[in-house]
């Protein structure tokens, strides 16, 4: 049976591929006040401006391709049982041939039901049109978890973290919570990689070992170092 690997992503594993960061001071979001766009108040307050928000953001990822971080975590599938957690909403762990991935801010390929998240629809192309509306006849908003919203998926993530063999983080500077408290459920004993330009303070932490690097180029500094846990 195959031991299983679980990696937390965030936005530097999408930045390599060209995917703007809204942590970064050149970040997409630094036009834009966060209550404006990704908030629930923002959206009853200005839904146009939301929707276009993300339409721009949809066609960004849309137009990016998965780079060799993203295609290594999917070969480390031969190894090990692999599930990904990523704190990312594009799609590129999907497309790089991923197959366990939670989600934990959605998806915005998706949208789902103004009046019911769990009601979820793929989105055709990069648009999501006022009109655009569900099963119930209501208006479809973007499929990802807003600043003041719960993390539907945070206790699946909890779960997966537990039960780790092994645990890696890539391309995330654990600054986002509830996120970043995905490591206090991962056993001590557990060998942790964590692989980032800006490695946060990880001393609470046993079995931690730091890898400053970009995603890609980090990937290829754990790669061999995986290997004798398969």
Excluded at 180 to 199: E, N, Q, S, T
């Amino acid at each position: 049976m195959k031991k299983k690997l679980v990696v937390l992503t965030g936005a530097g594993i999408s930045a390599e591929s060209g995917i703007q960061t809204f942590r970064d001071a050149d970040g997409l979001w630094a036009g834009y006040n966060i209550e404006d766009v990704a908030t629930p108040e923002a959206w009853l307050r200005n839904p146009g401006l939301v929707q276009e928000f993300y339409n721009q953001r949809r066609k960004q990822v849309l137009a990016a391709q998965p780079n060799s971080a993203h295609q290594q975590l999917a070969a480390l599938e031969d190894l090990f049982d692999v599930s990904i957690i990523t704190q990312n909403i594009d799609d590129l762990h999907e497309r790089a041939g991923s197959k366990h991935i939670i989600h934990l801010h959605g998806i915005i390929t998706k949208a789902q039901s103004d009046v019911d998240g769990s009601l979820t629809y793929p989105i055709d192309g990069w648009e999501l049109k006022t009109g655009d509306v569900c099963t119930y006849g209501q208006q479809l908003r973007p499929h990802v978890v807003w600043f003041g919203e719960d993390v539907p998926m945070i206790q699946v993530a909890s779960v997966a973290c537990s039960q780790a063999d092994v645990f890696m983080v890539v391309g995330t500077s654990l600054a986002v919570y509830p996120a970043a408290g995905l490591l206090d459920f991962v056993p001590d004993d557990v060998p942790k990689y964590i692989i980032d330009p800006r490695i946060p303070v990880t001393g609470y932490y046993k079995n931690t070992v730091p890898i400053e690097e970009a995603a890609t180029t980090g990937m290829l500094t754990v790669y061999p170092l995986l290997a004798q846990y398969a």
